[in-house]
C-alpha cells in the first residue's frame, strides 16, 4: 500500500465526493465564516442549538478533499449530540490530530473521524482538516452565548 | 554554448537526496525559493569559518577582510544589473525592499519629491504578489494617496488599454512585477516607464521572478527602484537587494534607522550617510551578501542568456505536454511571447493541494495554493492553483515526470 493510502482512505475520498449536509440552512443560531490564510480555502457553518444539543449544523465551502471531508465527518457525528459530548470528540480529535502519526484515534468516540489519523503525519495538511472543527467550535460558542 | 541541466544538477548537492520512500526529488518549485549550488553554501559557510568580524567596523584584520567580502559582494551584484556599486542596498530580503521604499516614501516631508498625500495616486497591478502590493495599499491608507491598478486580461496579460487614464498627473509610484509569480507572464515595461516618466512618476520593479531567469540590466530598463531576494536565484535565505537610481537615493528618505547609516549624531538629532549606508542600519546579513555574490558568479558562469533559453525551451515543452491531459487548464498565457518559466495550472475537480500531494508522493515538488497572490486568483475565479516553477537544473525528464504524475494523480482521485 502506497503511504499516501494512509493519508486518502476510502471513507475521505466517499465523504470528498458526497459531503453530508453542504447546504447552507436559512435557520440557524450562529453562522462562521472560516479561511485557511495559507491556502485560501474557505467554510462558512451554520450551527442551531435546540438548549444544549446540537439540533443542526449545515455548511458551504470550498477546499481540498481533507477538508471537505473532515467537515462532512464532523456534521455526521455532532448533529444531534450534547455540547457536552460535542466537546468531548473535538478534544479527541485535536489529539488525534497533533499526534503525528503515532495514535489511530478511538472508534467509539471519533467513528469515521479516526480515517483522519494519517493527516497527523503531515503536517501541513492538519490545517486543512482542523478548518471545520475550529469554525464549529466558534460557531457554537457563539450560538451558547446568544441563548 | 547551450545549457546542460544533468551537468548542473551535479553542482547542487540537495538534487542528489531521495524523499517519500527512496523516490528521486523532482524540483518544480523554484518560483517559491530556489536550490543552493555547492560554490553558494561554501561561500557562505568559508565567511564564517574564516572572515567573521563586523563589517564596516573594527580596526582588525578580520574587520578589513569582512569588509572586502560585503563589498566585493556588492560590486557582484552591481556588475550584474548594470548597476552603480553605491546604488545596491542590501536587505534582508525582496519584501523588506519594497517596505523600506513604500515606508521611506511615507516618512519624506512636504517638499520632498516622494511625499505623498492625498489627490496622489501609486498604481499598481492585478497580478502583483502581497510584497509588492500590500505595502502600497497600506502606504496610500496611511497618506491619503489613492491605489489604482492595471487590470488583468483573461489570457493573464497586463490590460494596458487605459494607461494613460491609469498613469496619470496625479500619478507619484508605479509598482509593478516584472514576472508574474503566478501567470509567468513577463511584463512589458517601455510604454509603462514611459508614460510614468511622462508625469514624473517613479517605476519600482519588484524583480524577484525576472533577476533569477534572464538578463536584467537596469540602465537598459530605465526604472527607478528594483527589488528581489537572493534565495530564488540560487543564493542565501536572509538577503535582499534594494537598487535605485543614485539621484533618487539621495532625496529618498531612510526607513531603519540605527548603526553605521548615519552621518554625525547628538542626543535630539541625527543626519545620514549617502546611499547606499542610509538605507543599511544594523550590521548587514553579510555571510549571506557574500553568498550572494557567490551566487552571481555562479549564474554568469552558466550565462543568464544560456538559462533563459533553457527555461523558453523546458516550458515550450511543459506548455505542449500538459495541454494533452484532459481537464488540464493553465493559467496564463499559452504561448512563450513575454512568458517565463512558470506555469499555474488546474486539473478538473482535483483540488490542487490533493494533486501537491499525489505529486509529492512521487517525489515531484510543486507549490499549491493563491502563491501570495490572492487578488489574482481570485480575479481569475481560481481559488487556488498548482504550479510548476522551472530553473536552470531542471531537465525535460522532469517535465515528463510532471505529467505523467498529473495523469497518475486523476486516476488516484477519479
Known amino acids: ?147 | 554554448m547551450s545549457l546542460n541541466p544533468y551537468e548542473i544538477a551535479k553542482d547542487f548537492p540537495i538534487l542528489s537526496r531521495t524523499i517519500r520512500d527512496g523516490k528521486k526529488l523532482v524540483y518544480l518549485d523554484s518560483g517559491a525559493t530556489s536550490q543552493k549550488p555547492n560554490v553558494v553554501i561554501e561561500a557562505e559557510s568559508n565567511f564564517y569559518r574564516m572572515h567573521n568580524a563586523a563589517a564596516h567596523r573594527g580596526a582588525h584584520q578580520l574587520a578589513e577582510e569582512a569588509t572586502d567580502a560585503l563589498e566585493n559582494a556588492r560590486a557582484i551584484v552591481a556588475e550584474f544589473l548594470n548597476a552603480e556599486v553605491d546604488e545596491v542596498v542590501f536587505t534582508k530580503s525582496a519584501t523588506e525592499s519594497l517596505n523600506l521604499i513604500s515606508y521611506a516614501m511615507g516618512n519624506a516631508e512636504p517638499g520632498n519629491r516622494f511625499h505623498l498625500k492625498a489627490g496622489d495616486s501609486i498604481v499598481v497591478s492585478e497580478m502583483e504578489h502581497h510584497a509588492n502590493l500590500i505595502p502600497w495599499q497600506q502606504l496610500a491608507a496611511r497618506t491619503g494617496a489613492t491605489l489604482k491598478w492595471f487590470e488583468v486580461t483573461a489570457e493573464g496579460r497586463l490590460d494596458l488599454s487605459s494607461i494613460d487614464s491609469m498613469i496619470d498627473a496625479t500619478t507619484k509610484v508605479v509598482a509593478l512585477t516584472h514576472q508574474s509569480n503566478v501567470l509567468g507572464t513577463i511584463n512589458p515595461l517601455t510604454e509603462i516607464v514611459k508614460r510614468a516618466h511622462n508625469v514624473g512618476a517613479v517605476v519600482v520593479l519588484d524583480a524577484c521572478q525576472s533577476v533569477p531567469h534572464m538578463k536584467v540590466d537596469v540602465k537598459s530598463l530605465g526604472i527607478d527602484f528594483l527589488a528581489f531576494s537572493g534565495h530564488k536565484t540560487v543564493g542565501p535565505t536572509g538577503v535582499g537587494i534594494f537598487w535605485g537610481r543614485a539621484e533618487l537615493l539621495k532625496d529618498l528618505p531612510p526607513f531603519l534607522t540605527g548603526g553605521s547609516m548615519i552621518e554625525n549624531v547628538t542626543m535630539t538629532s541625527a543626519t545620514w550617510a549617502g546611499a547606499p549606508r542610509k538605507f543599511e542600519a544594523g550590521v548587514p546579513n553579510m555571510a549571506q551578501a557574500v553568498g550572494l555574490g557567490a551566487a552571481f558568479t555562479y549564474l554568469n558562469k552558466v550565462g543568464m542568456e544560456n538559462i533563459h533559453a533553457h527555461e523558453v525551451s523546458l516550458t515550450a515543452l511543459l506548455l505542449n505536454e500538459i495541454q494533452d491531459i484532459p481537464e488540464v487548464k493553465i493559467v496564463g498565457p499559452l504561448d512563450m511571447n513575454l512568458r517565463g518559466g512558470t506555469v499555474s495550472f488546474t486539473v478538473g475537480e482535483i483540488h490542487p493541494h490533493d494533486l501537491g500531494q499525489y505529486l509529492d508522493s512521487q517525489g515531484i515538488a510543486v507549490r499549491t495554493g493563491h502563491h501570495c497572490a490572492w487578488p489574482l486568483t481570485r480575479k481569475l475565479g481560481v481559488p487556488a492553483t498548482t504550479r510548476a516553477s522551472l530553473y536552470l537544473y531542471n531537465t525535460p525528464e522532469e517535465i515528463h515526470a510532471l505529467v505523467s504524475g498529473i495523469r497518475d494523480a486523476q486516476k488516484y482521485f477519479g
Not at chain 1, 33 to 44: A, L, Q
Open chain 1, 1 to 147: 500500500m502506497m503511504q499516501l493510502d494512509n493519508l486518502y482512505q476510502e471513507v475521505i475520498l466517499d465523504h470528498y465526493k458526497n459531503p453530508q449536509n453542504k447546504k447552507l440552512v436559512l435557520e440557524y443560531d450562529a453562522q462562521v465564516h472560516h479561511i485557511n490564510p495559507s491556502c485560501g480555502d474557505e467554510i462558512t457553518l451554520n450551527v442551531s442549538l435546540d438548549g444544549q444539543s446540537i439540533r443542526n449544523i449545515s455548511w458551504d465551502g470550498v477546499g481540498c478533499s481533507i477538508s471537505q471531508a473532515s467537515v462532512s465527518i464532523l456534521t455526521d457525528l455532532l448533529i444531534g449530540k450534547t455540547m457536552e459530548q460535542a466537546q468531548e470528540i473535538s478534544d479527541s480529535f485535536m489529539h488525534l490530530m497533533q499526534s503525528k502519526g503515532t495514535e489511530k484515534g478511538d472508534e467509539n468516540v471519533l467513528e469515521d473521524a479516526v480515517a483522519l489519523a494519517g493527516v497527523s503525519q503531515y503536517p501541513a495538511r492538519i490545517k486543512c482538516a482542523l478548518l471545520g472543527w475550529m469554525a464549529f467550535k466558534d460557531a457554537s460558542v457563539q450560538a451558547l452565548a446568544k441563548k
